[in-house]
């Protein structure tokens, strides 16, 4: 791999699902620097043309083959395709930027929220992680008060869009929506409920704890991002009608007090968050409105009136955008910045997650 590519040739894996499309959108608007583009999905949607930066392009199977030129490999598709595209796309040269939870607590791939660990990018071995699209909005918000008085507990209930589960669950609220008001009964398809005028605790598989592996992601990968391996993080995930954005209250516990104001101040220098309202008012944001736009929105933080020194409060992110395609291509902007494209030497960090 040229370690000083400028226009790096990108293969973009899944570009016709729910995270590639929206992807390719953003690849546009940010002007990201890519030489040739290839886009793959399966032989279902093999010979379908979209249209990036002008140029007209045919979407091909994907296979381990297609890598060959490529420097970077955007891959948006399920873990066991990853596991299978990933490790032939480094064979070929390619850095990996994946979306899936395939690699993402493996410890020689970073995890990473460029606003949060963007450094973590120089110890990549061919392939770097996003985390999961709850988890990035949590991290976002954690991290600058986590600065200010170490968090010793995060409890969160998430509020999840159906875009968090592809381009098949948006369909399918679409379809079940107007069935159920044309007074038709339903059976679920791509998620494990009724989810037209419905909400259910349960996305992704139910582990021996009792809790989903939603939720232990949020506990694994906040702790891997952050660099604090013991941090309790508990969660319950529950899936809504909503099409995009994903919502949570989230409750933080710090070491020492820090009052909703100094909070506010925090979280507006961070870079990526928008705090709207200030403490005490009652504006707050909703999926509605920030689906389709790029920052995690913050509102209604307060003091956590069931612990000495808590903080409630209420976020809101496109987890299509910062919560996945967004993500992987900041990642790539960082890469490119710090100019480490290629497999670096040195030993990743050892930390217990
Ligand atoms: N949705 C989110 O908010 C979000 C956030 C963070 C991470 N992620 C992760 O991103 C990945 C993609 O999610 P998504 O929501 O975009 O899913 P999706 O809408 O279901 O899209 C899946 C993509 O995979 C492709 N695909 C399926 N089977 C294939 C095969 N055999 N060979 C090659 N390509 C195949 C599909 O192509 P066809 O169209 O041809 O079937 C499609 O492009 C998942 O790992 C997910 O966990 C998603």
């Not at 979407?59 to 030129?69: H, K, L, M, Y």
Request: with cysteine; charged share 20%; glycine share 8%.
């Amino acid at each position: 791999m040229d370690m000083n590519v400028k226009e790096p040739n990108i293969v973009v894996v899944g570009a016709t699902g729910a995270v590639g499309r929206e992807f390719l959108r953003i690849l546009e608007e940010r002007d990201f620097p890519a030489g040739e583009i290839r886009l793959l999905a399966s032989s279902r949607s093999a010979g379908t043309r979209f249209k990036v930066r002008g140029e007209d392009l045919e979407v091909r199977e994907a296979s381990p083959n297609e890598f060959s030129g490529a420097d970077i490999a955007f891959i948006s598709v399920n873990s066991q395709l990853s596991a299978q595209l990933g490790p032939a796309a480094v064979e070929a040269g390619a850095l990996v930027i994946d979306d899936s939870s395939c690699f993402r607590m493996d410890p020689d791939v970073p995890l990473v929220v460029p606003e949060v660990n963007g450094e973590d990018v120089k110890w990549h071995r061919g392939i770097i992680s996003i985390p999961n699209c709850s988890t990035t909005p949590l991290v976002m918000v954690a991290h600058p008060l986590n600065r200010e008085s170490a968090i010793t507990r995060m409890v969160v209930s998430t509020y999840q869009s159906v875009s968090g589960a592809g381009a098949g669950a948006m369909e399918e609220l679409r379809n079940q929506s107007r069935a159920v008001l044309e007074g038709q009964t339903v059976e679920p398809g791509n998620l494990p409920k009724q989810i037209a005028f419905n909400i259910f605790p349960h996305i992704d598989d139910f582990t021996a704890n009792g809790y989903t592996f939603e939720e232990q992601k949020m506990l694994q990968e906040t702790r891997k991002i952050m660099h604090i391996p013991h941090i309790p993080v508990s969660s319950t995930c529950v899936r809504v009608p909503v099409f995009g954005a994903h919502s949570a209250a989230v409750h933080l516990e710090f070491q020492g007090p820090i009052s909703p104001e100094r909070a506010t101040e925090l979280l507006s220098g961070m870079p990526g968050v928008k705090v709207v309202g200030g403490p005490g008012e009652s504006s707050y944001p909703t999926p509605w409105e920030v689906a389709g736009t790029d920052d995690v929105y913050v509102g209604r933080i307060r003091r956590d009136i069931s612990s000495d020194h808590g903080l409630a409060m209420w976020i809101v992110c496109d987890n299509l955008r910062k919560g996945a395609a967004l993500n992987a291509i900041q990642i790539a902007e960082e890469v490119l910045r710090l100019n480490c494209l290629a497999p670096s030497q040195v030993a990743a960090p050892s930390r217990s997650v």
